[in-house]
């Protein structure tokens, strides 16, 4: 490796797009604050094709670095090398499965700091993969963990994970409240809340979270995707657990989303830009039809990267909307136990659905341009899977969202959005849950409704304050700036202190 590969920052995301991205734009925002670092993002070989297409579009002095993994040795489907069209149990088995990169991340960091002569090199590693911290000691280099979740979000999962809080009331199926360690007396959790993976965790299971999460806390720092300001009480509750520094240098969306009103102004392509995905016909037809719509009416829909809902919820769902007469875009994939890249079957909607809601509704299949969906004025609220990039993505746009927890550590964000922020109604959590059309389109008429004084006028001035905030932080001497220069300061002088 050349001698300009002095001050290396190698990257270790886990394998899904929610966590892919977020790494992604932290190695953009590392280099915009100081472009004398070198960064290299390692991964299985299909995510690196993936994250090669994304900064072809986006001139960068990013590395790539292809770790080999083949993920039917693991019972995966072959070429499953990240979570998209996986199960939920599937989806286990992958984070199991991470653990098998161990051995190339290894060669590779010993390749690195013997090449470069010094070790002046770091690792970032998700919070995911937090063995890559026993990788950094046995070379004598610094270790940070980055959490692409949210502040509360996080010290829920990594509380809940190590202590089992609710353990005793799950046997029961009892719904009763408990207090999860950390958390204030008066945040009570309930086991709906708990996702499906904790509810039904195995020993294995158990000691794979347990040892992620316990190794990641040995590291010499969290980085954290949120704003100081923004995640109060989380912040509160994640510091007190994590014990070391923790830098607040969210929202990794973008720059060009942080200026306010894009307006009808979205023909940049930044979801392509972002991700490699190429929606360039979507984006078309997704800007005219809201061009065609008066401001704040639209409800966007979508369920992140990796999650669809079952058939009986989606016919729901339809109707809801149908029954709401509101205005929507629906981003929508093949229902759960059908192949999530497959072909859209009529039948999984209300016969003549798509017909009668003409205007009404723009269905876009598979994947859509969300960031510029969420930045335009038409769009007035989001009904979606509360993944904390999607929060992020809303909330810096001021759109409250409906929330419909599915996965992962979705419910805690669910629940501090509506406990902590106001600017969320939850509609129903997880995939097994049932939902009526009448729940539907209450819901959504509850939160685009106009009415002076009312709850759907609440969220969105709350949302709005939320967005300035967010949009602010990452200004100059503003906190998320201040926070990334704070990192970068003491990544550099980890550097030194590991060379004496
Ligand atoms: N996304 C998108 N188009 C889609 C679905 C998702 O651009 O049709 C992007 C979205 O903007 C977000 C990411 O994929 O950045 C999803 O991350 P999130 O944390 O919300 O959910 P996950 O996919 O991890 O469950």
New binding site residues.
């Given amino acids: 490796m050349e001698a300009m590969l002095s001050k290396h920052i190698i990257m270790l995301p886990f394998m899904?797009?929610?966590h892919l991205?977020p790494f992604l734009e932290l190695a953009h925002k590392i280099l915009d604050h100081n472009p004398n670092f070198t960064i290299t993002i390692a991964n299985t070989p299909l995510n690196i094709n993936y994250l090669g297409s994304a900064i072809a579009n986006r001139p960068s002095r990013i590395h790539l670095k292809s770790l080999s993994f083949n993920s039917s040795d693991h019972g995966l489907p072959p070429n499953s090398e990240n979570t998209d069209g996986l199960s939920s149990s599937q989806i286990v088995t992958l984070l199991h499965a991470s653990t098998a990169l161990e051995a190339p991340f290894r060669r590779f960091i010993s390749d690195v700091v013997s090449s470069e002569g010094s070790p002046r090199v770091c690792i970032i590693s998700d919070v995911f993969m937090g063995w890559a911290n026993g990788i950094a000691k046995s070379f004598g280099i610094f270790h940070y963990t980055f959490t692409t979740c949210g502040a509360y979000g996080t010290a829920a999962y990594c509380s809940i994970w190590l202590n089992f809080p609710h353990r005793n009331l799950v046997d029961g199926g009892s719904p009763e409240e408990f207090v999860v360690p950390g958390f204030p007396e008066s945040c009570r959790f309930t086991v709906m809340e708990l996702n499906q993976y904790v509810r039904a965790a195995d020993a294995k299971d158990e000691r794979f979270f347990q040892t992620q999460i316990s190794s990641s806390l040995e590291s010499n720092g969290w980085l954290c995707n949120t704003v100081e300001e923004v995640e109060t009480l989380g912040l509160e509750v994640l510091r007190n657990y994590v014990k070391l520094p923790v830098w607040c240098i969210g929202p990794l969306i973008p720059s060009k989303m942080l200026k306010k009103n894009l307006g009808s102004d979205t023909s940049s392509g930044i979801?392509a830009q972002r991700?490699g995905k190429q929606p360039g016909i979507q984006l078309k037809k997704c800007i005219e039809w809201l061009d065609s719509h008066p401001t704040g009416s639209v409800l966007y829909i979508?369920f992140?990267?990796?999650?669809t809902i079952s058939e009986t919820q989606m016919m729901e769902l339809a109707k809801g909307l149908e029954e709401s007469e509101k205005p929507f875009i629906w981003?929508i994939r093949p229902p759960i136990g059908f192949d999530l890249k497959g072909d859209f079957r009529p039948e999984w909607l209300p016969s003549g659905f798509e017909d009668r809601i003409g205007k009404q509704g723009l269905m876009v299949y598979e994947?859509?341009?969300?960031?510029e969906i969420l930045c335009h004025q038409s769009t007035g609220a989001f009904l979606s899977?509360c993944?904390?990039?999607?929060v992020t993505?809303s909330l810096s746009q001021g759109v409250p969202l409906i929330g419909w927890p599915l996965a992962?550590e979705q419910a805690y964000n669910a629940k501090m959005l509506v406990e902590e922020m106001g600017v969320c109604v939850v509609l129903t959590r997880w995939v097994d849950s049932r939902i009526t059309k009448e729940e539907v389109s209450k819901v959504i008429n509850v939160v685009l409704d106009k009415i002076e004084g009312g709850k759907g006028e609440d969220m969105r001035k709350k949302a709005i304050q939320l967005g300035e905030l967010i949009r602010g932080s990452v200004e100059i001497n503003r906190s998320s700036y201040i926070a990334m220069n704070d990192f970068l300061t003491t990544v550099l002088s980890g550097f030194k202190s590991v060379m004496v």
């Fill in positions: 899904a797009q929610g991205i979801t991700s979508s992140g990267s990796q999650n981003v994947w859509a341009p969300q960031l899977h993944g904390w990039n999607s993505e992962g």
